[in-house]
C-alpha cells in the first residue's frame, strides 16, 4: 500500500494556507502520525478557505428579522376548514405521480439521540409504544408501504451527519438494507463547516490533528446531495419531486397524496406542511409571507408584540407553524445548488472548546467563536411560486425532541399520541378498544384507517396490549 509523503504534502498545504493566514492549522504536523496527517490533510482539503474569509468578512445576518417581522402577513395557506372543494383532484393527481415513480423521499437523520439519554443517532431510538420499533424502523415502512400502495417503490435518501455516519451504515447494513430494494436506499453524510475564532476568523483546532468542524445544518441537505451525484442520480431516473422530512416525527403521512398533488396543480416549487399554533410564543419556526414572498421567521427571532397580533375573530395572525416537512421540485434544487444565494450561510456565536499557541485546550466560558450552518427553509424565497398546506397536528405531527419526562416532545408524549391516533383507526375501522389499552399499528400493516378497515374483522374487541404488524 502506497504511503503519504508527508514532506511534499505539508509545503503544499502551507502555500495554501498562508495565502488565507490559516498556516497555524499545521503546527503540530510533525508531531503527528501518517494516519493522522493524512486525516488533517482531509479535513483543510474539504474547507473553501476564499468562501471562509468572505463569511467572516461579510457575515450575513439575521438583525433584520424584526423588519420583517413588522412587513409580513399570514401565507397564503390550504387550511383544514376550507371546503373540500379540489381535495380529491389533489389526491388523485399526487397518487398518479407516485405510481409514474416521480417522487422520492429525503429523510434528514443527521441528529444523535444526546437530549434523550441515547448515545447513538436519533433514528435508532426506540419509539414504538408497544413494538420498540426505531424510528428509522417505523420511517422507513412508511416509505415502503407508500410504494406498495402505489405500485411503484419510492427511493429513500436518507441524509446523516459525520456524527451518525458510521452507526448509520452499519445498522443498515445489519438490517438488511430495511427491506429495500438494491438502489432505493442511498445513504449520504452531510458537510461540515469549521468553527472560526470570533476576533481572528483563524480555524480553531480541536485537537493536534483535528480541526473544530461541526455539521452545516439541514440546509447541508443541497450540497451534499449536488456533490454525492445523487441529484444527477435522481434526475436520471426519472424523480421530479421530493418529499423532505425529518427524522424525529414518527407520525409523519410520508409522501402524501393530497399534499404532493395539491403541489402539483398549484405549481408550486416549494411545499411547505404546517400546524396551527396553539400560543403565540410556541417554539416553531412561523411561516408567513413577506413582500409576497413565503418564508419563514425563527420564533426566537418574532418580536413578542409581532407574535401576540390577533384577526378580528380572536384567533393569531401568525398561526402557522413549521413542521420541517416539504415537497421540492427536483429542477428547483439542482437550480438552487448552483446559485450561491440560494442558500446562505447563517452565523451563530458559540462557546467553542480549542486549542491554543501551547497546545492547552481551553474551555471558554463565553462565546468566542463563529459557527455556520444553513437552514434548508431559505430555499422558499428562491422559489418562483410556494404554498402552505395546513395538518392536523393531532394526526401527523408529534417530534420526540425532549427528554423522558419532560411535558410535551418527550417519548411519553409521542407515544402517548400514537396510541391516541391508533385507537381512533381502529374505533373508525368498527373495532372497539377498551379504555387505557394501548394498541400500535405497524405501517406494514395499515397506513391509515381506510387500510385498517380492510384488514380487520368488523366488531373486533382489543381488551389488551396489541400491535398490530
Not at 490533528?209 to 449536488?226: I, K, M, V
Not at 397524496?257 to 410556541?282: M, N, W, Y
Not at 420541517?324 to 434544487?333: C, E, G, K, P, S
Not at 379504555?435 to 374483522?457: C, H, M, N, Q
Request: glycine share 8%; proline share 6%.
Amino acid at each position: 500500500m502506497a504511503t503519504m509523503d508527508s514532506v511534499p504534502v505539508k509545503t503544499a498545504l502551507a502555500r495554501r494556507l498562508v495565502t488565507f493566514g490559516q498556516e497555524h492549522l499545521l503546527r503540530y504536523w510533525d508531531e503527528l502520525s501518517l494516519v493522522e496527517q493524512a486525516d488533517l490533510n482531509a479535513e483543510i482539503d474539504a474547507i473553501d478557505f476564499a468562501e471562509l474569509a468572505e463569511l467572516f468578512a461579510h457575515p450575513s445576518s439575521t438583525s433584520d428579522a424584526a423588519a420583517r417581522a413588522r412587513r409580513a402577513a399570514p401565507p397564503p395557506a390550504f387550511r383544514l376548514h376550507d371546503t373540500a372543494a379540489g381535495r380529491a383532484a389533489a389526491s388523485e393527481r399526487g397518487a398518479a405521480a407516485l405510481s409514474a415513480g416521480e417522487v422520492g423521499v429525503v429523510l434528514v437523520a443527521g441528529g444523535q439521540g444526546t437530549r434523550l439519554g441515547f448515545d447513538k443517532p436519533k433514528g435508532m431510538y426506540p419509539i414504538g409504544p408497544i413494538s420498540q420499533a426505531s424510528l428509522f424502523e417505523i420511517l422507513f415502512a412508511k416509505t415502503q408501504a407508500v410504494g406498495k400502495r402505489y405500485g411503484h417503490q419510492v427511493p429513500l435518501y436518507l441524509m446523516t451527519s459525520p456524527a451518525t455516519h458510521a452507526d448509520t451504515v452499519s445498522y443498515v447494513g445489519a438490517h438488511g438494507e430495511q427491506g429495500f430494494a438494491p438502489g432505493d436506499l442511498s445513504v449520504f453524510c452531510q458537510g461540515t463547516m469549521p468553527a472560526l475564532d470570533m476576533v481572528t476568523g483563524k480555524v480553531l483546532l480541536a485537537d493536534r490533528g483535528h480541526l473544530q468542524l461541526s455539521p452545516d445544518g439541514h440546509g447541508g441537505t443541497l450540497r451534499a446531495l449536488e456533490r454525492s451525484g445523487l441529484l444527477a442520480s435522481m434526475r436520471a431516473r426519472g424523480i421530479r419531486h421530493l418529499f423532505y422530512m425529518q427524522i424525529d416525527n414518527p407520525l409523519v403521512s410520508v409522501c402524501d397524496a393530497e399534499f404532493i398533488g395539491l403541489h402539483l396543480l398549484e405549481q408550486s416549487e416549494v411545499s411547505t406542511q404546517v400546524i396551527a399554533k396553539q400560543a403565540p410564543r410556541d417554539r416553531v419556526g412561523n411561516v408567513v409571507s413577506v413582500d409576497g414572498q413565503v418564508q419563514i421567521i425563527e420564533y426566537s427571532d418574532l418580536p413578542d408584540d409581532v407574535a401576540e397580533l390577533r384577526e378580528p375573530d380572536g384567533s393569531l395572525r401568525f398561526w402557522a407553524g413549521n413542521t420541517a416537512v416539504h415537497v421540492f421540485d427536483v429542477d428547483f434544487l439542482a437550480r438552487a445548488a448552483h446559485s450561491a444565494d440560494a442558500l446562505p450561510f447563517h452565523l451563530a456565536k458559540k462557546k467553542v472548546p480549542y486549542l491554543d499557541a501551547a497546545g492547552k485546550l481551553i474551555e471558554p466560558a463565553e462565546p468566542n467563536a463563529i459557527k455556520f450552518e444553513r437552514f434548508i427553509f431559505d430555499l422558499l424565497p428562491a422559489a418562483r411560486k410556494a404554498i402552505v398546506v395546513e395538518i392536523d397536528a393531532a394526526r401527523e405531527f408529534a417530534p420526540v425532541k425532549n427528554a423522558p419526562g419532560s411535558p410535551s416532545d418527550s417519548p411519553e408524549t409521542v407515544q402517548a399520541q400514537m396510541i391516541a391516533l391508533h385507537r381512533q383507526w381502529l374505533t373508525a375501522a368498527g373495532a372497539s378498544v377498551a379504555p387505557g389499552v394501548a394498541v400500535e399499528i405497524s405501517p406494514s400493516f395499515a397506513l391509515d384507517a381506510a387500510e385498517l378497515a380492510t384488514k380487520i374483522e368488523p366488531g373486533l374487541q382489543v381488551t389488551e396490549p396489541r400491535y398490530f404488524c
